[in-house]
């Protein structure tokens, strides 16, 4: 099994930023961050296949960059400008198998998930 563990998460003022940190227990080529906010279905904000094959949902499109250190098992989400709306629980996921671009955005394409951090973003 892999295990997930995030960290960065924090109570921060809108226009503010946040850098999500997640790192595993071994190498996935697969890895994602998803949100649940109060009263919503988790959804996929961003994923990253192997080294730079990157995507985003719509709503954080040029306000969050996901990146990874594969020496360091670890994964990142950098949030600028964050907004009240991206108030949510944020969790790291992981497959250790290539996915099609379009399933990379379903929570039940991964197979690893941590138990989230949560980011409040206040008005």
């Known amino acids: 099994q892999v295990q997930l563990v995030e960290s960065g998460g924090g109570s921060v003022q809108a226009g503010g930023s946040l850098r999500l940190s997640c790192v595993g227990s071994?190498?996935?080529?697969?890895m994602a961050w998803f949100r649940q906010g109060p009263g919503k279905e988790r959804e996929g904000v961003a994923n990253i296949v192997g080294v730079g094959d990157a995507r985003y949902a719509d709503s954080v499109q040029g306000r969050f960059t996901i990146s990874r250190d594969d020496a360091k098992n670890t994964l990142y989400l950098q949030m600028d400008s964050l907004k009240p709306e991206d108030t949510a629980m944020y969790y790291c996921?992981?497959?250790?198998?290539?996915?099609?671009?379009?399933?990379?955005?379903?929570?039940?394409?991964?197979?690893?998930w941590g138990r989230g951090t949560q980011v409040t973003v206040s008005s």
């Open positions: 071994s190498y996935t080529v697969t």
């Open positions: 996921a992981a497959s250790r198998y290539r996915q099609s671009q379009r399933s990379l955005m379903q929570s039940t394409t991964y197979d690893y």
